[in-house]
């Protein structure tokens, strides 16, 4: 009965590399998110999806693309994998994106590019 | 532009209250969240307030807002070592369409 639930849980690849995040939430939420936790434990929005149409795309690069086939699913492709994008990629959902609206997240994706 | 700024970290006592503070910059935040994470976990929604209240309590949490000097604190009564996690504070804005601006943590270790 995981709320916002994403796979896998680790992932390690090399550089160069194409690979994607799958999220899928079950509280029957409009909105959901990508953010990015780097080394430091500093946040990030990347993405922000409301019924399966994009919202934020935060200066996020092209090698990054969100789909989202329905408001209960949200993925994250990478291509052209680089060091650089070794984190932690949480994936969220609120109500409605409003302020009042908290996000929920899911467990994380430690993603490791060697 | 936006920031959210808290002390990097706390030690606290099993038994004593933890108070963990926040400040922010941003005048027309209108909502205030505090999360929690725990070790190779997510984050998980502890509390939040809007910023017309100045006080919100929820059992062992009781959140001050201090709107006018920007400042957020969380407080933790009887802090347990199952509190031991790093707590993160994040505001919003009107129409910011769920973009948190959050602060960098504050890990907090409870010693017995």
């Known amino acids: 009965d995981t709320a916002v639930s994403q796979t896998p849980k680790y992932l390690v690849t090399q550089m160069g590399n194409d690979k994607s995040i799958k999220c899928e939430q079950n509280l029957g939420h409009d909105t959901m998110y990508w953010y990015k936790q780097d080394s430091k434990k500093f946040l990030k929005i990347m993405f922000s999806?409301?019924?399966?149409?994009?919202?934020i795309n935060e200066t996020v690069p092209n090698r990054f693309s969100p789909k989202s086939p329905d408001k209960a699913h949200l993925n994250l492709h990478i291509n052209s994998l680089e060091l650089g994008d070794s984190a932690v990629y949480f994936c969220?959902?609120?109500?409605?994106?409003?302020?009042?609206?908290?996000?929920?997240f899911g467990n994380g994706t430690r993603l490791t590019v060697t | 532009g936006e920031d959210v700024e808290q002390s990097l970290f706390l030690s606290v006592r099993e038994g004593d209250s933890s108070v963990i503070n926040c400040t922010y910059t941003?005048?027309?935040?209108?909502?205030l969240y505090w999360y929690k994470q725990e070790p190779g976990a997510g984050l998980q929604l502890l509390t939040y307030i809007f910023s017309n209240m100045d006080m919100k309590q929820d059992q062992r949490l009781t959140v001050l807002l201090n709107k006018k000097d920007k400042h957020l604190s969380l407080r933790i009564a009887d802090t347990q070592t199952g509190d031991s996690a790093i707590y993160f504070c994040a505001e919003t804005t009107t129409d910011s369409w769920g973009k948190l601006q959050f602060g960098a943590g504050t890990q907090v270790v409870v010693t017995p």
């Open positions: 969220a959902s609120s109500q409605d994106g409003g302020d009042n609206s908290p996000l929920h």
């Open positions: 941003d005048s027309s935040s209108t909502y």
């Open positions: 999806y409301n019924n399966k149409e994009l919202i």
